[in-house]
């Protein structure tokens, strides 16, 4: 059974910076592509940013500049280097992957809230 377990998440200040982890565990082939969602209250979730297999990126236009993403195929774990971090930055943040074992599927996290207040 493949899980994805997040950590890093908590309670920042405007301006301050966050790095959230997830690390894929289980028995699988390979993993296609690792990212962040984000979920704030009465919202849908969003892509927050993705990372493919072969490194390339993509964000979410709010998050350009100031958010981070990294993977270490070696450790099976996807980073999010989280900066200049704003309240409206403030939700709950999903990991996702795309995983090649018998079969391809996508797999969450479990949620890590990230809250953004003075």
């Known amino acids: 059974q493949v899980q994805l377990v997040e950590s890093g998440g908590g309670l920042v200040q405007p301006g301050g910076s966050l790095r959230l982890s997830c690390t894929a565990s289980?028995?699988?082939?390979?993993?296609?592509?690792m990212g962040w969602y984000r979920q704030a209250p009465e919202k849908e979730r969003e892509l927050v940013a993705a990372v493919r297999s072969g490194g390339s990126t993509n964000y979410a236009d709010d998050v350009k500049g100031r958010f981070t993403i990294s993977r270490d195929n070696a450790k099976n774990t996807v980073y999010l280097q989280m900066d200049s971090l704003k309240p409206e930055d403030t939700a709950v943040y999903y990991c996702n992957a795309v995983i090649q074992g018998v079969t391809r599927r996508e797999y969450w996290g479990q949620g890590t809230q990230v809250t953004v207040s003075s």
């Open positions: 289980g028995s699988f082939f390979s993993i296609n592509s």
